[in-house]
């Protein structure tokens, strides 16, 4: 499969600082040791085969985190579940990244967090951020 490129030409649709962003967080990625439990860094990193940034969704009244859970569903054991964080746009480009529109054909709402490099600080603010806006745990939440 060929990597997928965000949408970063002159016709990417800007979006809005209050605009809500839902990230999955996969099974086993949640910190339970700290208060509140926050996702992993790594669930804010870029996938490593296509490298183009952060792949989430936006939150609107046609893409509900349950919407985007279902997507996901495919290929977990039994008894494993996606769980789901919401952030802002705003909340990711105050660490210094930044969201993209990236609609993908069997899904519109696809975007793309990018934009310099994913320090492990960069990450952590974000993952802590993301602590804040918990729509739902991953199942189970760590090992």
Same mark, same amino acid.
């Given at each position: 499969?060929?990597?997928?490129?965000?949408?970063?030409?002159?016709?990417?649709?800007?979006?809005?600082?209050? !605009?809500?962003?839902? =990230? +999955?967080?996969?099974?086993?990625? *949640?910190?339970?040791?700290?208060? %509140?439990?926050? @996702?992993?860094?790594?669930?804010?990193?870029?996938?490593?085969?296509?490298?183009?940034?952060?792949?989430?969704?936006?939150?609107?009244?046609?893409?509900?985190?349950?919407?985007?859970?279902?997507?996901?569903?495919?290929?977990?054991?039994?008894?494993?579940?996606?769980?789901?964080?919401?952030? !802002?746009?705003?909340? =990711? +480009?105050?660490?210094?990244?930044? *969201?993209?529109?990236?609609?993908? %054909?069997?899904? @519109?709402?696809?975007?793309?967090?990018?934009?310099?490099?994913?320090?492990?600080?960069?990450?952590?603010?974000?993952?802590?951020?993301?602590?804040?806006?918990?729509?739902?745990?991953?199942?189970?939440?760590?090992?």
């Amino acid at each position: 499969m060929p990597a997928r490129r965000g949408n970063r030409g002159a016709n990417a649709e800007q979006l809005g600082p209050d !605009t809500r962003i839902i =990230v +999955r967080i996969p099974p086993y990625r *949640v910190v339970v040791k700290e208060n %509140p439990k926050r @996702p992993q860094t790594d669930c804010f990193k870029p996938h490593k085969r296509t490298d183009t940034g952060v792949s989430a969704d936006i939150w609107c009244d046609n893409n509900t985190p349950e919407n985007t859970i279902d997507r996901a569903l495919m290929g977990l054991p039994e008894g494993h579940e996606w769980g789901a964080v919401s952030l !802002t746009v705003k909340d =990711v +480009r105050d660490v210094g990244l930044d *969201v993209i529109p990236d609609a993908q %054909p069997d899904n @519109p709402y696809h975007v793309l967090i990018i934009g310099g490099k994913f320090t492990d600080s960069r990450k952590k603010k974000l993952a802590k951020k993301a602590a804040e806006g918990w729509y739902k745990m991953p199942v189970p939440e760590s090992y």
